[in-house]
């Protein structure tokens, strides 16, 4: 596909949007306080996905998070020991170790949900004039559909 005449390149493009979205989620998790929490990153991940999903088993999490059962083994000893999350033998399988999600676990995910929304919303109402409200809805749009697309199926076409 010709670049249109007068329009950056996609490669630059591209980089441009790449670094936009990495400033625009490091400050969502300052804004939200997600620094503050002491957790990494992966340890909240794992958090959401055992709150979602729970109970399950570490070799669950390892499998739909895409790391090793040590990683998850280590994640789940910095939830538990913060209180978020417990373990308890499986009623079906003793050999199985089900960990569930604590009150105190939903509760730090709620109130970092609410913290990033809040910000979110007051810099849309302060930067975004409402005559570009429709050009914020179409880049949300254009953004989730970058972020479903599956180039892998055109690249075996293309073949």
């Not at 390892?62 to 090793?68: D, K, L």
């Not at 280590?74 to 499986?90: F, W, Y």
Request: no cysteine; proline share 5%.
């Amino acid at each position: 596909m010709d670049e249109p005449q007068g329009s950056p390149p996609t490669a630059e493009t591209a980089q441009r949007l790449s670094v936009a979205i990495t400033r625009l989620r490091s400050r969502l998790r300052v804004e939200a306080g997600t620094t503050r929490t002491g957790l990494s990153i992966s340890q909240l991940a794992v958090l959401r996905r055992i709150l979602n999903e729970g109970p399950v088993t570490a070799a669950y999490l390892a499998g739909v998070e895409h790391v090793t059962p040590q990683s998850i083994a280590q994640n789940v000893t910095a939830l538990k020991d913060a209180g978020l999350v417990q373990t308890e033998r499986d009623p079906n399988d003793g050999r199985k170790t089900l960990i569930s999600a604590r009150p105190s676990g939903g509760e730090l995910l709620r109130t970092l949900e609410a913290s990033r929304k809040a910000w979110l919303t007051r810099a849309i109402d302060a930067l975004v004039g409402p005559e570009e409200r429709d050009n914020l809805d179409k880049t949300i749009q254009l953004l989730e559909r970058l972020a479903a697309a599956d180039l892998d199926s055109e690249r075996g076409e293309n073949l």
